[in-house]
């Protein structure tokens, strides 16, 4: 079973920053696409930013130019960059990595989720 571990939420002010990272294990062969989501009270889950093994992004354009996807490969680590929060990113976050494990075939596997509360 891959395990995600979810790391760097907490409550900040409007114009600050927050990074966030999310580490897999387990019995990994491979990591595909790496991903963010969030949840907001009321709102359906939503794709925040999301980096390919090559290195390509996705943003939501809410996001666009405030925050930064990355990854580690070797950590099979990946990261949210969050600068210019605003208080509509206030929400709890989840990473989300697809891949393939060892002897068991594809995975799509979830983080716990991380709250992130943007004050005014």
């Known amino acids: 079973q891959v395990q995600l571990v979810e790391s760097g939420g907490g409550s900040v002010q409007a114009g600050g920053s927050l990074r966030l990272a999310c580490a897999a294990s387990?019995?990994?062969?491979?990591?595909?696409?790496m991903g963010w989501y969030r949840q907001a009270p009321g709102q359906q889950r939503e794709l925040v930013a999301a980096i390919t093994p090559g290195d390509s992004t996705n943003y939501a354009d809410s996001v666009k130019g405030r925050f930064t996807v990355s990854r580690d490969n070797a950590k099979n680590t990946v990261y949210l960059q969050m600068n210019s929060l605003k208080p509509e990113d206030t929400a709890v976050y989840y990473c989300?990595?697809?891949?393939?494990?060892?002897?068991?075939?594809?995975?799509?596997?979830w983080g716990q989720g991380t709250q992130v509360t943007v004050s005014s």
């Open positions: 989300n990595i697809d891949g393939w494990r060892i002897g068991y075939g594809r995975f799509n596997s």
């Open positions: 387990g019995s990994i062969f491979k990591i595909n696409t």
